[in-house]
C-alpha cells in the first residue's frame, strides 16, 4: 500500500526554521496537506495543495514541493508551534494516506 | 459556524458490536466526503476510509476494509462508523473529518473507544 515517509523528529532552537519533509511517489501528481496536532486535541490544517496556507495560520508556516518530496517550512519558530505534523495526500486511486507524523520539539 | 460534533466515549468488551456517530451542521452536508481517521495511544493518524453522504458510496484504506463500515444518513447529517465484533487492538481515538476544494477542513473533536475485558 501507499506510504508517506517522514522523519519521526525535528529539533530547532525558538527563533531556529524547521524543515519537516514528506516523500511519496505519487506526490508529483496528488497534493499533500499538513497538520499540526498538539496533546489531546484534533489535528489542525496548517497547509493545504502543497504550499497555500488557510486563513489564521501564521505567516512563519509555509510548504514547498519538489518532485517526490514535500516540505513544511516553520520560519522564525516559537514554544508553541511545539506539536507533532503530519502530512497527507492520496494515491492514484484516491484512497488517503497519512505519513507516521513528525515531532517537532523546540529547544 | 461549521462543526462536527462526535459522540462521546465508548467502553465495550471485545466481541461486542459499536456504532459511532459523527453530526455535521453549519454547511451543506452532502456536498464534502466525510473522512474517519484513527490515531491509536500515543501513535500517529491512520486514515480509514470515506463516505460521499449524497450517495453513500465508500472508498476504504485496504488496512481497514473487512474490518468497519463506514454509513451515513443525509437526512440527518450524520456519519457513522461501526464494528461488528471489536478487539482490544481498537482501543484508539476516532476522527471524523471533512474536507473539500481550498482550505475547507474541518475535525470533529474525536471519540474515545475502549475495548477491554
Known amino acids: 500500500s501507499y506510504e508517506l515517509t517522514q522523519p519521526p523528529s525535528v529539533s530547532v532552537s525558538p527563533g531556529q526554521t524547521a524543515r519537516i519533509t514528506c516523500s511519496g511517489d505519487a506526490l508529483p501528481k496528488q497534493y499533500a496537506y499538513w497538520y499540526q496536532q498538539k496533546p489531546g486535541q484534533a489535528p489542525v490544517l496548517v497547509i493545504y495543495?502543497?504550499?497555500e496556507r488557510p486563513s489564521g495560520i501564521p505567516e512563519r508556516f509555509s510548504g514547498s514541493s519538489s518532485g517526490t518530496t514535500v516540505t513544511l517550512t516553520i520560519s522564525g519558530v516559537q514554544a508553541e508551534d511545539e506539536a507533532d505534523y503530519y502530512c497527507?495526500?492520496?494515491?492514484?486511486?484516491?484512497?488517503?494516506?497519512f505519513g507516521g507524523g513528525t515531532k517537532l520539539t523546540v529547544l | 459556524e461549521v462543526q462536527l460534533v462526535q459522540s462521546g466515549a465508548e467502553v465495550k468488551k471485545p466481541g461486542e458490536s459499536l456504532r459511532i456517530s459523527c453530526k455535521g451542521s453549519?454547511?451543506?452536508?452532502?456536498?464534502?466526503?466525510i473522512s474517519w481517521v484513527r490515531q491509536m495511544p500515543g501513535k500517529g493518524l491512520e486514515w480509514m476510509g470515506r463516505?460521499?453522504?449524497?450517495?453513500?458510496?465508500?472508498n476504504y484504506s485496504p488496512s481497514f476494509q473487512g474490518h468497519v463500515t463506514i454509513s451515513a444518513d443525509k437526512s440527518i447529517s450524520t456519519a457513522y462508523l461501526q464494528w461488528s465484533s471489536l478487539k482490544a487492538s481498537d482501543t484508539a481515538m476516532y476522527y471524523c473529518a471533512t474536507k473539500g476544494l481550498g482550505d475547507f477542513d474541518y475535525w470533529g473533536q474525536g471519540t474515545l473507544v475502549t475495548v477491554s475485558s
Open positions: 497527507q495526500s492520496a494515491d492514484s486511486s484516491g484512497t488517503e494516506v
Open positions: 495543495k502543497d504550499s
Open positions: 453549519g454547511y451543506s452536508f452532502t456536498s464534502y466526503w
Open positions: 463516505i460521499d453522504p449524497s450517495d453513500s458510496y465508500t
